[in-house]
């Protein structure tokens, strides 16, 4: 069956860097999405990785290693904006995506 | 660019009534359009497929009798939950893709109460 795996919650201190992983096993990769979503808000495009490596952001950066089907979302300079779900997608060979269950992130003063 | 728009963006209704959603692409064609269901604290769950011109394509266990889709035209997609119970109550999210691009553009999520 298709998987993607996110940690349920985590929690950092605005100023800080945190970093979200995500495991997926699919059948077929075409490529992975991160998405941000506040709380009652659809969700909102950040990060698009096809090829192997570090994509960058501003703020954000978002890592693929294919090979081991891992994915992580890089948030630096935390600010207290930042708290919301993070949600890893990845797109499988029928263009379907695959939805992670979310990561709630909180940020602390 | 790239806006997608929903209305209502909230909407109360009785049990037993339909209620229809409306997903539009503002500024570009959207060849494939996903509705999505979210119940709280609950990732996003893809109720169907649609191209359009052609019949939705549903997911497994989503009732096609009772959730209603209709893509119409390159720029509106139409979700109808007809005889609305309380446990359709959720946050119904309509995201659109256009053929020239890999992104799926959200709009902004309609939540139903059904009482």
């Known amino acids: 069956g298709q998987n993607i795996d996110q940690p349920t919650e985590m929690t950092a201190t605005e100023g800080a860097i945190v970093q979200i992983n995500c495991t997926y096993q699919t059948s077929g990769f075409n490529g992975l999405f991160w998405y941000q979503q506040h709380a009652g808000e659809a969700p909102t495009f950040l990060s698009y990785?096809?090829l192997d490596g570090l994509e960058e952001k501003g703020r954000f950066s978002s890592f693929l290693s294919r090979s081991k089907g891992y994915s992580y979302l890089l948030l630096k300079e935390l600010q207290m904006k930042d708290s919301a779900s993070y949600l890893c997608a990845v797109r499988d060979s029928n263009y379907q995506l695959i939805w992670g269950a979310g990561t709630k992130l909180i940020i602390k003063p | 660019g790239a806006v997608v728009s929903q209305h209502p963006s909230r909407v109360i209704c009785k049990s037993g009534t339909s209620v229809k959603i409306e997903c539009r692409s503002l500024?570009?064609?959207?060849?494939?359009m996903f509705w999505y269901r979210q119940f709280p604290k609950q990732s996003l769950m893809l109720m169907a497929t649609?191209?359009?011109?052609?019949?939705?394509?549903?997911e497994q266990g989503v009732e096609k009798d009772k959730f209603l889709i209709n893509h119409a035209s390159l720029t509106l997609s139409t979700l109808t939950v007809t005889s609305a119970h309380p446990e359709d109550s959720s946050f119904y999210i309509c995201s659109a893709r256009a053929s020239f691009d890999y992104e799926q553009y959200f709009g902004p999520g309609t939540r139903l109460t059904v009482t």
């Open positions: 649609s191209n359009e011109g052609s019949k939705a394509t549903y």
């Open positions: 990785n096809v």
């Open positions: 500024d570009f064609q959207a060849t494939t």
